[in-house]
């Protein structure tokens, strides 16, 4: 029951960042002062969750194809189990190394066009992983 749970968390969360990537230049003018938009300074703190849910759910899911075998060949779950594994990890480090320079301005030595590039490729990614493993949960309630 956790395990589907779960998954609809990771699901209603990847729609949440998903809606809101695509629609917020729709209401929300950028400015210098304000680059984005009040409800990501909400959304980051939830986008913790699934992070932290496709780390956990996605080792598990690679220790089990792992610890099947399988005579060395590479199958579409052993793909699937692997990406939404490393996924999740790349996408949890670059999250937490923007959002950290968001929340203590001076963290690292970077520019506002590389934080804005890297919100991007996490706003990007992380729907399509969170949305993938929701799927799987929900479908296979976490058991292969």
Known sequence: MLKRISGVILIVMAVAVAVQTIVEPLYHTSSE???YSPLWSILGWL?????????IYGYHRKKD???EGGNGAVTREFL???TQ???FLFVGIIFLWNWFNQISPGFTAIGADTVTLVW???DAALPLLS???GMFLLRTDGNG
């Open 33 to 35: 002062g304000q680059p």
């Open 80 to 82: 699937a189990a692997n």
């Open 65 to 67: 194809v792992d610890s």
């Open 120 to 122: 991007i490729l996490v």
């Open 47 to 55: 986008m913790i969750l699934p992070i932290v849910l496709g780390v």
């Open 131 to 133: 949305g993938a493993m």
């Open 85 to 87: 594994f490393y996924g």
